[in-house]
């Protein structure tokens, strides 16, 4: 079940090029990109930004990717179009837009850039996309 966060309603009234379902779904995707990667946030008292949970731009693009292949299948690049989302250079505004209202962190090093045509939508999310079936048990 889905939660409501006004935080994040707050950020589509600022900037209404994307859905709230987008900044929903980019929060959801770091967390799998997280774990996916090993790097889940400490279970600690503190909101303290561990360089040990950090995830470059392309690496949370290719989570992104799997999680809404994963979620939606074929229908990934419908859903991104209906949320406003055309192409990667999207995610890192969505991602800078977090990073503004304190609802995601990032280093020095961490740019806009990261994210420009880092891959086709519609190359990554209809053309190769592929069924896997999983071995019977």
């Known amino acids: 079940?889905?939660?409501?966060?006004?935080?994040?309603?707050?950020?589509?009234k600022r900037d209404p090029r994307y859905s709230y379902e987008a900044y929903q779904f980019v929060q959801e995707a770091l967390e799998f990109t997280q774990?996916?990667?090993?790097?889940?946030?400490?279970?600690?008292?503190?909101?303290?930004?561990?360089?040990?949970?950090?995830?470059?731009g392309?690496?949370?693009?290719d989570g992104i990717r799997e999680l809404a292949l994963r979620e939606f299948g074929l229908m990934a690049r419908t859903v991104f179009r209906m949320w406003g989302i055309q192409k990667t250079d999207d995610f890192g505004e969505i991602v800078f837009n977090l990073v503004e209202s304190n609802l995601m962190s990032k280093t020095d090093d961490d740019d806009r850039?990261?994210?420009?045509?880092?891959?086709?939508?519609?190359?990554?999310?209809?053309?190769?996309?592929?069924?896997?079936?999983d071995e019977a048990e």
Not at 1 to 12: D, G, H, K, R, T
Not at 119 to 125: K, P, R
Request: hydrophobic share 35%; net charge positive; aromatic share 10%.
């Open 58 to 61: 392309w690496e949370l693009l």
């Open 35 to 56: 774990r996916r990667l090993g790097r889940q946030r400490r279970p600690d008292k503190t909101d303290e930004v561990h360089p040990e949970n950090h995830v470059r």
């Open 1 to 12: 079940m889905s939660m409501y966060y006004p935080q994040l309603a707050e950020i589509v």
């Open 113 to 133: 850039k990261d994210f420009q045509n880092v891959y086709d939508l519609d190359e990554a999310l209809v053309r190769n996309y592929r069924i896997r079936l």
